[in-house]
């Protein structure tokens, strides 16, 4: 008898995007005229073309395949040096990050679950509540946890409540923890970490022997240059962390697919007996057997964004979702709604009307606007209350949702 990993029927209320395409599409077929005036701000998906410089240079890599003396087969599983080399020199400039510290891939949503592959059972796992619900569903299938309780939370995770009266700031464990995932700029809160508050919590892993897993796929949309983008920006960090990046977001690549892991060479785990082990020679086990790599093209593309032609693109990119976001937060700010988010970072994160849950306002906004934002407890227990709004989106169909929102809101 085949058997199943149990772990996924743990999983009992779905994937929260899969949740809210079921009922978008129930809407469409119950109401199929208002169906076409449906305007999506939930999915973090972007709407802009690619870049011209992506674009040119993706097709120039076709070209090369298209000739027998230019032609290229398999491709280096932790990624083309080409691209490796551009993601050191422009993502990581003076932080000592190593060419062969980066491991090319098709997206950090894969790495963020994959990652688990290294680490063994028993560990105690510390995630932000609100989270991406990734971390949160990938350590459910590996068996990390026990069941969820009636708000959704699983018993084995340790959760670390972001709220208004923190500032959306988690506090440090109040207990010894193994790994702790980070997101920043915060995905879903729209939140950002000063250099201060990232030193406690490398200082925190340090002293516990713990690894962060930091996830920092939105650092495009960091406004102010005194904030880090990376967490290698500070000291001890490549002793204690491992960053997660994308072009999904800031070269619209979420269609075409490439990201990379950062696993400094320094960064061990242990093994039962005690005897240390590096955690980048595990991965790279990992990564070559179970990954064939990105495409070549993909990858010329992607190393075409650090050009400056790329460069310079990607910029409008950003400014343009800035741009929706402010939009966005202006027009609930209007509506005397409490709103965070959306200074360095494409989300805006909004307090439901009093005496609302988030699920009630998913469904009132997609009711009353046609409007799909996505319910705040979808992403943990303290995530209720809120909804968050997606500024990927044409700069019409923004302004056309502000409008709604001041016409069901305001």
């Not at 406004?223 to 490549?238: F, K, N, T, V, W």
Request: aromatic share 10%.
């Amino acid at each position: 008898m085949a058997r199943i990993n149990e772990n996924f029927l743990k999983l009992k209320a779905g994937y929260l995007f899969p949740e809210i395409a079921r009922r978008v599409n129930a809407f469409s077929d119950a109401e199929p005229e208002k169906a076409t005036r449906v305007i999506r701000c939930g999915i973090g998906d972007v709407t802009e073309p690619l870049p011209l410089a992506a674009r040119t240079a993706m097709k120039e890599a076709v070209d090369e395949l298209g000739e027998r003396e230019s032609f290229r087969g398999y491709g280096p599983e932790q990624g083309y040096e080409f691209l490796r080399k551009a993601v050191a020199e422009n993502a990581y400039p003076g932080l000592g990050v190593d060419a062969d510290e980066i491991f090319v891939s098709d997206g950090s949503k894969c790495d963020t679950g994959n990652i688990l592959d290294i680490f063994g059972g028993g560990q105690k796992i510390a995630i932000t509540d609100p989270v991406y619900p990734v971390y949160v569903d990938t350590n459910v299938m590996a068996g990390n946890t026990g069941e969820s309780d009636e708000s959704g939370q699983f018993a084995g995770l340790i959760y670390l409540p972001c709220t208004a009266e923190n500032d959306f700031t988690p506090a440090l464990p109040e207990e010894k923890v193994d790994l702790i995932y980070l997101c920043y700029p915060n995905n879903p809160t729209g939140t950002v970490a000063t250099g201060e508050q990232l030193q406690k919590w490398v200082d925190y892993a340090r002293a516990n022997d713990a690894v962060i897993l930091y996830d920092a796929a939105y650092e495009a949309y960091v406004q102010d240059a005194e904030l880090p983008r990376s967490i290698y920006e500070i000291e001890g960090a490549r002793e204690c962390a491992i960053e997660f990046r994308s072009f999904s977001k800031n070269g619209g690549f979420t269609g075409i697919r490439c990201a990379f892991i950062v696993i400094p060479k320094e960064l061990t785990g242990s093994t039962a007996d005690g005897e240390r082990v590096t955690l980048h020679g595990l991965w790279a086990r990992r990564h070559s057997t179970k990954f064939n790599g990105v495409s070549y093209p993909v990858q010329r593309a992607a190393e075409a964004l650090f050009s400056v032609e790329g460069k310079n693109q990607i910029r409008k990119l950003v400014e343009h979702y800035m741009g929706n976001a402010a939009l966005l937060k202006e027009a609930c700010e209007k509506c005397g709604l409490a709103v965070y988010g959306g200074e360095h970072s494409p989300y805006v994160w909004v307090r439901c009307p009093e005496g609302m849950d988030s699920w009630g306002m998913f469904d009132r906004m997609l009711q009353e606007a046609q409007v799909v934002v996505t319910p705040g407890a979808g992403f943990g227990a303290a995530g209720e209350g809120f909804f968050r709004i997606s500024a990927f989106n044409s700069r019409e169909n923004v302004k056309e949702v502000c409008a709604r929102i001041a016409k069901v809101l305001g």
